[in-house]
């Protein structure tokens, strides 16, 4: 634990400051501007991987230039003929580098990572709790936000309708409505999540608290959406 | 290191290859000037081994075409289509058992990896694909003149993690290094990447003999990436052989009255007679299907194209919900897809060309082997294992793992913690901590597949982690780490956060074999083969000593060995009573250099003879090749051929 801690500390004060183990070069953080070799992995975020501040927005392009430069460094083909050590470094490193880029290409889940770096979990406690709730045929306790309870119930009711019986054109008709304006709905919810993505970028550290209920709201109307697709085929 | 030659293998559930991307022009394929890569051809000069494996009576072990002759006289002692059992439990492969002729040890003891009976002896299925890979290694050892131990081996995008593994150790059983396991279909993508260097999204739709994987690809600047994958890992030609076969047999009792069944040979001789048909089918419009039957009775049809079609469409169509799933993840409309491209020896049925074109909108291509892309592409990502040539260098495959992993939660749940369609390698980190004071285990369950419930995915190991100091519930905090290398195997490894203490961790594989069994079947095999090859040069130089001494005795009774000198007759003598001697021993070594000394010894006395037959002076012949050069003109009386 305090080994862990005290390297993850050295990886954010100074990022750029590793001594190469191959030629000493003290530029390598991946891999050694010098000499190329590849360097110990070492516990590090995301953002720190990609050598990014914590910000929320960012230049997707850029992002996958980077990860495609690092890939043909890290990857382990190009340590096959290495050594053992080498090897396992490259292989590490990859991991980090695939895990970091998943994680941050992906609006939501760069948004859940950042939440969960400032101490917030909620996307894998939240999801498995649902999918515990369904195996074992409880409700699970979900906190309905208040604007939709009404709308909820009644979609609720006709989905209900809906896998009982038929789906006539007149059910097919509300729930293609429902969805149209589902999907409308999370899209408003992006430009919702961007705008507190700013005020996170620009400081104000009680944005999470936003984040946390655009994400929860989100969350909410895509578990609806993936209902009613499912209702429709 | 430059002699290290790194072999791409495309172990099929039908025909399996070896392939070879060389550095140089010399090492070209024929036809095709300066491009390297090639695959390498058997004994009998075919490319492709068939996936066959038999036990004779005497010990000896057969692969391909002659282990293929073995299925129809005794069917009992040859092994096909073995990849489907890779991996696999005995109750996966229950509905496998009812059709395929695969026949299980009887003393399968609960929990163990399954064996499959070969005449007297039993085999696990990574034994039985190591024999073939055997195979494989020796035909490119033959072409290179040169040991090969290391690989890159193919297998369906969709094989799970035991799968894979199981590939790995039939690898390791055969004497092989396996550099990597890479995807079939992306290695068929990094085959036609050679071709068109360009970027843009395709789609590979690899329909082989046993399994069905599609693959979507985003190619750019020498980056092979894929974003999905899906398929069926039991889903091929092998499935269409399967219903035509049991309709023909339903066809025979009905009219014959003859339970084809009854008899193994007669069922295989009606599978060989189905798999004609149909591949005839995909070039005329009609077959005629003949078979013998027991009792002397004949069995014949004919099946046009229209009847055939109309038979397999539901096989066809099962391809299709993995193509619509692997859409559905890369985001993409089939619109967007720039290229298809058709890989397996099944995408030569027309039936199938047209589905994959209506699905995606545009004309498949179909320009490579559809039998060779896959191994043509293993060679390839070996060249680029080994450091790459100035065209592959720029070439980089990032590949994903096809299904999720999960851990089983409480109530029997599935929580997943690498999704699928990750690139791999990827990882995760889970925290796991005690129920009950001073426990000092946790039991982990590891899981692959997308259901919902533990019991519905693959499991792929048990895990106890032990060794957790006492302390009171929900104190330790041990976290763990799951890690999916590049081959898309899983490793694990533990650590107790207070005290930091490694964990220990004890995996039972669920379908896979123990380090220490895979160990023991490579010492089995290794004696085997080393025998194998003693055996196999010394007969070949036995052989040749037979040649060459035999010509010798003719060459006695000739007028130019009587224009010999004294000495240099006797010279020939000594080379030759050497050569006797070192034929009475069984090292193949001290043969093969008398068979050179005494070649080199009646180097004059074959071009005198030759001379004297012809006329006319042909220079740089020896005893051993004077005859062979010129066909059955040949004048010389010393003849190889003669003794062939």
């Known amino acids: 634990m305090s080994e862990t801690g005290t390297q993850l500390k050295v990886l954010q004060t100074r990022p750029n400051q590793h ?44 992002l996958e230039d980077a990860f495609y430069t690092l890939s043909r460094k890290l990857h382990p083909d190009m340590y096959s003929q290495a050594s053992q050590r080498e090897q396992l470094w490259s292989l590490e490193k990859t991991s980090q580098l695939n895990d970091a880029y998943r ?131 | 290191m430059a002699d290290e030659r790194v072999v791409g293998i495309d172990l099929g559930t039908t025909n399996s290859l070896v392939a070879y991307m060389g550095t140089g022009p010399s090492l070209a394929h024929p036809g095709e000037p300066g491009k390297g890569v090639h695959i390498i051809p058997g004994e009998d000069g075919s490319n492709l081994v068939p996936s066959v494996v038999a036990l004779q009576p005497d010990g000896q072990m057969l692969v391909g075409n002659a282990a293929r002759g073995v299925l129809l006289t005794a069917p009992s002692r040859a092994v096909y289509s073995v990849k489907r059992l890779m991996g696999r439990g005995v109750d996966d492969v229950r509905e496998e058992l009812k059709i395929f002729p695969f026949h299980l040890a009887e003393d399968l003891m609960a929990g163990e990896v399954m064996r ?23 035909n490119a050892e033959r072409y290179f003149g040169a040991p090969v131990k290391q690989a890159v081996i193919t297998v369906p995008a969709y094989f799970n993690d035991a799968q894979r593994q199981a590939t790995k150790d039939a690898g390791r059983i055969a004497g092989l290094e396996v550099l990597r396991l890479v995807n079939e279909p992306t290695a068929a993508s990094l085959a036609y990447g050679l071709d068109k260097k360009q970027n843009g999204t395709i789609a590979v739709y690899d329909f ?20 999905a994958t899906n398929g069926d890992t039991h889903l091929g030609g092998d499935d269409i052989d399967n219903l035509l076969v049991a309709v023909a047999a339903e066809d025979i009792a009905g009219d014959l009255k003859i339970d084809i069944r009854q008899s193994p040979e007669a069922v295989q001789r009606l599978r060989n007679a189905v798999i004609e048909a149909k591949i005839a089918l995909s070039s005329v419009e009609q077959a005629h299907i003949e078979v013998d039957l027991p009792g002397g009775k004949l069995y014949q049809r004919t099946i046009t ?118 690139t791999i390698p990827a990882s995760a980190t889970e925290h796991f901590t005690t129920g009950v004071e001073g426990q000092t285990s946790v039991a982990i369950h590891v899981l692959q597949g997308e259901r919902e419930m533990a019991k519905d995915c693959r499991s ?39 005290s930091n203490k490694q964990a220990e961790i004890d995996v039972q594989p669920s379908y896979g074999l123990t380090d220490e069994q895979v160990e023991n079947m490579i010492l089995d095999s290794f004696d085997n083969a080393e025998q194998d090859l003693n055996a196999r040069q010394l007969i070949e130089s036995r052989n040749e000593a037979d040649t060459i001494l035999t010509a010798l005795q003719k060459g006695r009774k000739s007028e130019a060995w009587a224009r010999l000198s004294f000495g240099e007759q006797r010279r020939i003598e000594d080379l030759e009573n050497k050569l006797r001697i070192a034929v009475s021993g069984d090292d193949h070594n001290p043969i093969r250099r008398a ?22 002076a042909l220079r740089g012949k020896n005893m051993e090749n004077t005859g062979v050069e010129d066909g059955p003109e040949a004048p010389h009386p010393i003849g190889k051929a003669e003794f062939q």
Not at chain 2, 325 to 347: I, K, M, N
Not at chain 2, 365 to 387: C, F, K, M, R, Y
């Open chain 2, 305 to 422: 194209r229209e009847m055939f079609e109309q038979m397999v469409l539901p096989i066809v169509k099962r391809t299709l919900m993995p193509c619509k799933q692997a859409l559905r993840d890369a985001e993409l409309t089939p619109a967007e897809v720039d290229e298809v491209v058709l890989v397996g020896g099944s995408t030569r049925i027309p039936l199938v060309r047209r589905k994959v074109e209506e699905l995606f909108g545009r004309k498949p291509h179909t320009e490579l082997n559809p039998d060779e892309v896959v191994a043509l592409g293993a060679a390839v990502q070996a060249s680029i294992l080994s450091g790459g040539t100035e065209e592959t260098k720029d070439m980089l495959l990032l590949d994903v793992t096809p299904l999720s992993l999960g851990i089983e939660a409480l109530g029997g749940v599935t929580a997943k913690i690498i999704h699928r369609n990750s």
């Open chain 1, 19 to 62: 001594k190469c183990w191959s030629c000493g070069d003290m530029r390598a953080e991946h891999f050694c501007g010098e000499c190329g070799h590849v360097q110990p992995a070492l516990p590090t975020d995301f953002f720190s991987f990609f050598g990014l501040p914590r910000r929320l927005e960012l230049d997707e392009a850029k």
């Open chain 2, 208 to 227: 082989g003999g046993g399994t069905f994987d599609i693959s979507i690809l985003r190619l750019k600047d020498g980056i092979f990436e894929v974003i």
């Open chain 1, 103 to 233: 994680t941050l290409r992906d609006e939501i889940a760069r948004t859940e990572y950042l939440l969960s770096l400032e101490g917030i979990q909620m996307e894998e406690q939240s999801k498995v709790a649902t999918e515990q709730a369904r195996a074992l045929g409880v409700e699970k306790k979900q906190t309905v936000p208040p604007e939709f309870l009404e709308e909820a119930f009644e979609l609720n009711m006709l989905l209900e309708e809906a896998r009982m019986g038929e789906v006539d054109d007149d059910v097919r008709e509300q729930l293609d409505a429902t969805e149209n304006s589902l999907t409308a709905r999370l899209k408003g919810l992006r430009d919702e999540l961007h705008k507190v993505w700013q005020r996170w970028d620009a400081g104000d550290v009680s944005a999470t608290g936003a984040m946390v209920d655009v994400l929860n709201r989100r969350s909410y109307l895509r578990n609806l959406l993936r209902d009613v697709q499912e209702v429709l085929g």
């Open chain 2, 595 to 616: 068979i050179d000394e005494l070649n080199e010894g009646t180097m004059k006395l074959a071009e005198m003879m030759m001379d004297a037959a012809v006329g006319s």
């Open chain 2, 116 to 138: 499959i009976k070969l005449g007297e002896r039993t085999y696990t299925p990574p034994e039985i694909s190591a024999q073939i890979l055997r195979q494989l290694k020796r």
């Open chain 2, 460 to 498: 792929l190991a048990r895990f106890d982690l032990k060794g957790i100091p006492p302390m009171p519930a929900g104190l330790p905090r041990i976290e763990v780490r799951f890690l999916i290398d590049a081959n898309g195997i899983l490793h694990v490894s533990a650590r107790e956060q207070r």
